[in-house]
């Protein structure tokens, strides 16, 4: 009888008192949500499949985008009962949080937010956009006017610039 290497790696496991493997394979995501998303795998549809990101307090999301391909892991160790995904193939929305510091990149707006001890990025954007357009400053004659036309035309495009790219 000829012995193969599963078969030794199979009595190693054994041996140890681990006989059952953990299984990864890779699916299609059907559905997603901030928690869970549905997989398709060859004729079979596992509903709730964890996103292992989660899993961490405060830590990192990564949402997978509808019909990408995402790589899964049986924690049930091939009973397909607890399964989680641990690659993204196509990512639709990431967060991540670090103490008060929070970034979120979604896909789908193609937006950043990003704010830390609960202050935005982009309301210091609109605070500083807002501060220019009503600028005057002191002169012999008296306080300034508000900008000139071309600087408002400039701060305009800013702020148009910047609800593009932050939110």
Known sequence: MSTTLNDIKDSLQHIAGNSQRQVVFVGQVVKATDATADVRYNDMTFTGVKLFSIEAAGGLLVKP????????????????????????????LVKMEFN????????????????????????????????????????????????????????????????????
């Open 100 to 167: 008060t510091l929070k970034i979120e990149a979604d896909g789908k707006t193609g937006k950043v937010a990003i704010s830390a001890s609960g202050v935005s990025l982009l309301d210091l954007f609109n605070s500083l956009v807002s501060i220019i357009k009503t600028l005057t400053v002191s002169t012999p004659a008296g306080p300034s006017g508000t900008p000139l036309p071309p600087t408002m035309q400039a701060v305009a495009k800013l702020e148009t610039d910047l609800k593009q790219v932050l939110k």
């Open 65 to 92: 985008a509808i019909g990408s391909m995402v790589t899964l892991m049986d924690m049930s160790r091939g009973q397909l009962r607890d399964l989680a995904i641990i690659k993204v193939d196509t990512p639709e």
